[in-house]
């Protein structure tokens, strides 16, 4: 039992690690990409949106690097109940982490997104051409960011909280 619990934090750690590290080298392109396109920017209204979301993307490498994780499993010589409770407490922690996902991973660069749209709609009005392609593209970001959303909340932590679950299922059972 005691193997099959090391085995199973090792797997989950290894498995938020490689979540991170996706996420950092995603919220790294997400930042020159948008710095780019902020340079490139018809107007200061887009461009502080463009730079909104280029410094969303350090921001969530910040903090997938800050509070990406819990604290390390337990050493080698442990317990199974410290195996079984560092567990849990990784559960609990990536669980948080998934609910608040809405406000320090969407948001920001939704809204971003929202100003430099807001921006791309004013200088196109300017030349006379119509907004419509622009609200398409937010309707596009709409229904992407809450897809990640609802992804998050709902399966994301819906699988957490069946594995939390069944590990609590495990540590009632007598040895």
Request: hydrophobic share 50%; charged share 20%; aromatic share 14%.
């Amino acid at each position: 039992m005691l193997t099959m619990a090391m085995e199973r934090t090792e797997r989950f750690d290894r498995t938020i690690k490689a979540r991170n590290l996706r996420e950092c080298l995603g919220g790294a392109f997400i930042t020159a990409f948008f710095a780019f396109l902020a340079w490139k920017s018809p107007n200061a209204l887009a461009r502080t949106g463009f730079l909104v979301v280029a410094a969303s993307g350090v921001w969530i490498v910040f903090y997938m690097l800050r509070y990406g994780r819990e604290a390390p499993a337990p050493a080698p010589d442990g317990s199974l109940a410290d195996f079984q409770q560092a567990l849990l407490r990784k559960y609990d922690h990536q669980i948080r982490l998934l609910k608040n996902v809405k406000y320090w991973y969407l948001l920001p660069p939704y809204m971003g997104l929202m100003l430099g749209s807001a921006g791309i709609v004013m200088a196109n009005a300017a030349k006379g051409q119509p907004a419509w392609p622009q609200l398409f593209a937010v309707a596009v970001y709409t229904a992407t960011f809450g897809f990640l959303w609802w992804l998050n909340e709902g399966p994301g932590v819906g699988k957490l909280r069946r594995e939390r679950a069944r590990l609590l299922e495990e540590m009632d059972k007598p040895e």
